[in-house]
């Protein structure tokens, strides 16, 4: 039974012999390989980031502070879909610690239904923009899963045909003539599924990650627009409770 270091010193000996297209089959597919690790790796540090972010800007959402309090904290976690759309929620309402400084302290009524339709369409926007965000390069990785196969797949259909050739050549079907090309076949298609199997699950993580993130802003949305639209007392109580 070979060795691991006799397994590896073989491989490298076949990628090195070659053929030029199954060399540039193989460069394809290291290119393929690199890049998605590279996007896996980032993505997972990107969704970490969100994760750490959104539960220190709710903590401060929800200790009921100061609506200029938690605009600050919002600008500070960047990585917060949630802080995003609370700013955008801010910006819509211009004078929005004063609006609720006054309902609390006098009594009315909580936002008027044109300006909360108002906040409703700027958060979306806001949502749409941060989905887009968690979404990007996610389409490279979906690529590489779809394509690196076939792209192996070529290469092992060529490594094939130089098999025949090289049989027809020599008017052998001997095992020394068969095996290079076969061996530069099979070697195409491991590098494909190498490619394909680590793209293909990130992509299907952070797929999920993308659509918790959406149902988390769908929640948040829903509610801040129920805090804004309550009557003064109802607002005052649920900043001190937390809400």
């Known amino acids: ?61 929800r200790e009921g502070r100061r609506p200029s309090m938690v605009h600050a904290a919002a600008r500070k976690y960047r990585e917060s879909p949630l802080a995003h759309l609370y700013g955008a929620a801010y910006a819509e309402v211009s004078g929005l610690p004063e609006i609720l400084e006054h309902v609390v302290d006098d009594g009315e009524e909580g936002l008027p239904q044109e300006r909360l339709e108002a906040v409703d369409r700027a958060m979306r926007r806001a949502a749409g923009l941060e989905v887009a965000q968690l979404e990007r390069y996610l389409p490279f990785l979906a ?21 025949f050739h090289g049989i027809g050549a020599q008017g052998s079907a001997s095992l020394a003539v068969v095996a290079p090309g076969i061996s530069e076949a099979l070697v195409a298609t491991a590098a494909g599924l190498g490619a394909a199997i680590p793209a293909v699950i990130g992509y299907n993580y952070f797929v999920n990650r993308v659509k918790h993130w959406a149902t988390e802003m769908d929640g948040f949305m829903l509610d801040l627009l129920n805090v804004l639209s309550r009557p003064a007392a109802k607002v005052g109580r649920s900043a001190k409770d937390g809400v």
Do not use: C, Y
């Open 1 to 61: 039974m070979p060795t691991t270091d006799a397994l590896n010193s073989g491989v490298l000996e076949l990628v090195l012999s070659a053929g030029p297209v199954a060399k540039v089959v193989l460069a394809i597919l290291l290119i393929f390989s690199v890049v998605s690790w590279a996007l896996i790796v980032e993505k997972w540090w990107q969704f970490r980031r969100v994760r750490r972010e959104t539960l220190a800007f709710l903590k401060v959402f």
């Open 143 to 163: 690529t590489t899963a779809s394509a690196t196969p076939f792209i192996g797949l070529f290469g092992t259909v060529w490594g094939i045909m130089s098999a």
